[in-house]
């Protein structure tokens, strides 16, 4: 039994109840029904305690007695997890938001780097294209492949062959130690030609490569930097120091107070219209006797190789020239570029040519850089080897 005033379980026939004090109320219906709703208020309370109830009928007034049964014991209420699960929910959406955010939002920044990459590309490439071929070759450029006809190619050592182009449409080329100014202009499609020396060769621009040809024969040229512009420099000096040295012991040596010199210099003089060379061998006729194999178109032109400069002789095309004719011709290459002549007998040849205008002294032509190119220089060193091996009087 249980007290009906703070429902402490009571030994049976107890008169107070020990924990309250209060006097225990008579066994009956009453009671019964007290005690029920007892139980019904202790149900949400986690006890152990075994409680017994009157069983219906019993316990009826004046009986003077109660017969309990075992109550069932008090199911503690269960804890929702629908609170718990809904904070799991909350916080696992918010990483996954949190996540999408760095993930989408590193992606979508690389996509606007690459955009704006690709914008700025593309501003630079609209630039690079705006820039006209004519602006694009103005500068120093250096050859970096020597393509032959025949389709093979070789590696020219830095500075052998530079060319720069300037944006006044003049030029100054420095051919394997020579140095040679001329013109030279472009189109809009960046093809064109440069004239040095009177030879012109074709002109393009094709990217970031200048190539020169001519004959089936091309020259690549890149860039120049400052060391092939130094190397290129240095050839030119070299050349023109070599050239100098030559000059000095091979142009004005003639013998011009020898009577036999003056009377080759007068019998020659008079044929040296007609004494020619063409570049197929073949020489015209001369008063000294020698026989014409072939005739010549450029006789009437005064020189007498009038290819020296584009033409490489060979010994046997200049065998049939005679000691004077071979004298005029080697020293005729430099007369092409204004040299003046110290010898008598060759400043009043050269100046009965309508084609000659002295422009330098001999002093000043050979202290500047050599304005021959390779082909003249070869045939100056050709005609010498064979006034040498005739022993000719003019050396």
């Known amino acids: 039994m249980y007290c009906l005033n703070c429902g402490a379980e009571l030994k049976d026939g107890a008169g107070f109840c020990t924990s309250c004090g209060k006097p225990v109320q008579p066994v009956g219906p009453a009671a019964n029904a007290a005690q029920t709703q007892i139980m019904d208020n202790a149900a949400w309370r986690p006890d152990t305690t075994e409680v017994m109830q009157p069983v219906d009928g019993a316990g009826a007034a004046g009986s003077g007695s109660a017969h309990y049964v075992e109550a069932p014991q008090p199911v503690p209420p269960k804890k929702t997890s629908k609170g718990l699960i809904a904070a799991v929910v909350v916080v696992a959406l918010a990483l996954v938001g949190i996540l999408a955010a760095l993930v989408f939002g590193g992606v979508l920044g690389a996509d606007d780097a690459d955009k704006d990459a690709d914008k700025q590309e593309t501003k630079v490439t609209q630039k690079a294209d705006e820039v006209k071929p004519a602006e694009a070759l103005v500068g120093n450029w250096n050859a970096t492949k020597l393509v032959n006809s025949d389709g093979s190619d070789e590696i020219p050592e830095a500075g052998t062959y530079v060319i720069t182009l300037e944006d006044d449409g003049t030029c100054k080329a420095m051919f394997a130690g020579t140095e040679q100014k001329g013109t030279w202009e472009v189109d809009e499609d960046g093809k064109g030609s440069v004239e040095v ?116 002789y060979t010994q046997s095309e200049l065998s049939g020239l005679s000691d004077w004719e071979l004298y005029v ?64 009087s003019y050396l």
């Open 197 to 312: 020396d009177g030879k012109a060769v074709d002109l393009e621009l094709d990217g970031k490569k200048l190539i020169l040809s001519s004959d089936g024969e091309e020259i690549w040229f890149k860039t120049a930097t400052d060391e092939d512009m130094e190397a290129a420099a240095a050839m030119v000096g070299s050349a023109a120091a070599s050239t100098a040295k030559s000059d000095d012991s091979s142009s004005d040596t003639a013998k011009s107070t020898d009577a036999s010199t003056d009377a080759n210099s007068a019998d020659s003089k008079d044929d040296e219209v007609t004494a020619t060379v063409t570049s197929d061998g073949g020489s015209s006729s001369s008063s000294d006797g020698s026989s014409s194999s072939s005739s010549s178109s450029s006789s009437s032109s005064g020189y007498v190789l009038p290819d020296s400069s584009t033409h490489y």
């Open 329 to 392: 011709a080697r020293n005729e290459i430099y007369a092409r570029h204004g040299r003046g002549f110290q010898n008598e007998d060759l400043r009043s040849y050269f100046n009965s040519q309508s084609w000659y205008t002295e422009v330098y002294s001999p002093s000043e032509f050979d202290s500047m850089a050599s304005p021959l190119n390779d082909c003249e220089k070869a045939n100056a060193e050709t005609i010498k080897s064979v006034e040498q091996a005739r022993g000719s």
